[in-house]
C-alpha cells in the first residue's frame, strides 16, 4: 500500500514509513500543496494511493463516496511526528488487513 500524505501531516513521514508503505508520497512533493480535497482525491484515486490525513473533510469523502480511495484518518490531534510514527507501525496488521477488504473505505487510527 502506498500513501498519499496529507499536507496536515509531516513530509518527512515519506522516508520515516519507506520500509512500511514503499512509493508513498507527501502532497506538497507532488505539486498538490493547498490543493483541494477533491482534487487530492481524484489524485490518490487515480494513483493507486491511499490517503493518510487528519483532515475531517477525507473521512467524511470516504462515508459518502466510498473507495477507492482508502482513507487511513488519524484521531491524533496535535500530535508530533514521532508518536505517528509508532501509531502506524503499531497498527501495520490492522493497515494490511484494512487494505485487502475491497469493500473498506476508511480505517480510523487513534492515539491511545
Partial sequence: MKLLIDENLSPSLVSLLSDLFPGSEHTYAVGLGGATDTRLWEYARA???????KDNDFRQRAF???APPKV????????GTAPIVELLRRSRLRIETFNESPDAA???LKLR
Avoid at 47 to 53: K, M, N, R, V, Y
Avoid at 72 to 79: K, M, P, R, T
Fill in 47 to 53: 494513483g493507486g494511493f491511499a490517503i493518510l490525513s
Fill in 64 to 66: 459518502v463516496s466510498g
Fill in 72 to 79: 487511513i484518518w488519524l484521531d491524533v490531534g496535535n500530535a
Fill in 106 to 108: 476508511l480505517l480510523v
